[in-house]
């Protein structure tokens, strides 16, 4: 799917938002783990509750690797549901990979040609070689670690390094390595007030924005500081949506929360 064809379909759903499948065997409604695969059971629930108000589904892959075998077998279900039922929905292996170039080729291909993901998010910390290998698919989208949502992000990524904040300097360097206007980043919605000088960076790219729900990030401080021109975002829910409810109705309730976060996300279109 190119960006183009993402915006559309923001435009078309009124919506950008990502919902984040995050699925924790201890939270989903008990009687769903009686099902022979509980984790797509859950997932293709969520699915067809909420796929009308979403863009894009992001599959955490240590809540799926968690699970060994039986994790993968559910990942692939799912990945196979969103593409045969759901083409025009962006789709998101968020599995923070990036090794040396080798290794990371082996990630691409996992990602984009046997699984047929959309997009894979990448750690930048081991630099060009390690990303180029993502942005050699020219019809797939890689997405870096820039600002993340997490308290730890201090620690290293808002750094100054020769006069530069660290996450500044990943995005402007990886501008410019291979195919790097395909890039997307992520920024965690708990740090909307970055976007600014973010937006003066790359004004044209689009930004995995996770953190608004549990993490208690503000969808309009989002929108105020972080929408371009093309929308330029998707914004992720997992647990704030998932598990509205932990009972027979867990999909009807998601879909509310879902349709809480589309009808907000509609005003800002
Ligand atoms: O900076 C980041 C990068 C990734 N995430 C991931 O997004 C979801 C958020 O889940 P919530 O339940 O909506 O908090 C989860 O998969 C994280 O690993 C992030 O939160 N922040």
């Known amino acids: ?71 993968w077998k559910a990942l692939e279900k799912t990945i196979n549901y969103l593409n045969e039922n759901h083409p025009d929905i962006f789709t998101i292996a968020d599995a923070k990979r990036g090794d040396i170039g080798n290794t990371s080729g082996m990630y691409a291909k996992a990602f984009f040609e ?11 910390y081991m630099g060009k070689d390690s990303v180029e290998p993502f942005l050699a698919y020219e019809d797939k989208h890689t997405i870096l670690l820039a ?11 808002t750094q100054t390094i020769n006069g530069e904040e660290l996450y500044k300097e990943v995005i402007k360097t990886s501008k410019k390595w291979n195919n790097g206007q395909n890039l997307m980043y992520v920024v965690g919605a708990t740090k909307a007030e970055f976007l600014k000088d973010i937006r003066k960076i790359i004004p044209e790219s689009f930004l995995l924005v996770p ?38 109705d867990f999909a009807e309730a998601a879909a509310a929360e879902a349709e809480k976060l589309q009808q907000e996300m509609a005003t800002f279109l």
């Open 211 to 248: 953190g608004v729900g549990a993490q208690g990030g503000s969808l309009e401080e989002v929108c105020k500081f972080g929408m371009n021109r093309n929308v330029g975002l998707l914004v992720n829910a997992s647990r704030a949506i998932i598990y509205a409810s932990e009972g027979m």
């Open 147 to 157: 600002l993340t949502s997490n308290a730890g992000a201090y620690d290293f990524q």
């Open 114 to 124: 046997d699984l047929q993901f959309d997009s894979v998010t990448v750690a930048p």
């Open 1 to 71: 799917m190119t960006t183009s064809q993402l915006t559309e379909q923001i435009r078309l759903k009124k919506s950008f938002l990502c919902v984040g499948l995050d699925v924790d065997l201890e939270k989903i409604p008990q009687h769903l783990l009686k099902e022979e695969d509980p984790v797509f059971a859950f997932n293709k629930a969520i699915i067809d509750a909420t796929h009308h108000l979403a863009v894009a589904y992001k599959p955490n892959l240590a809540f799926y690797e968690a699970h060994g075998i039986k994790g």
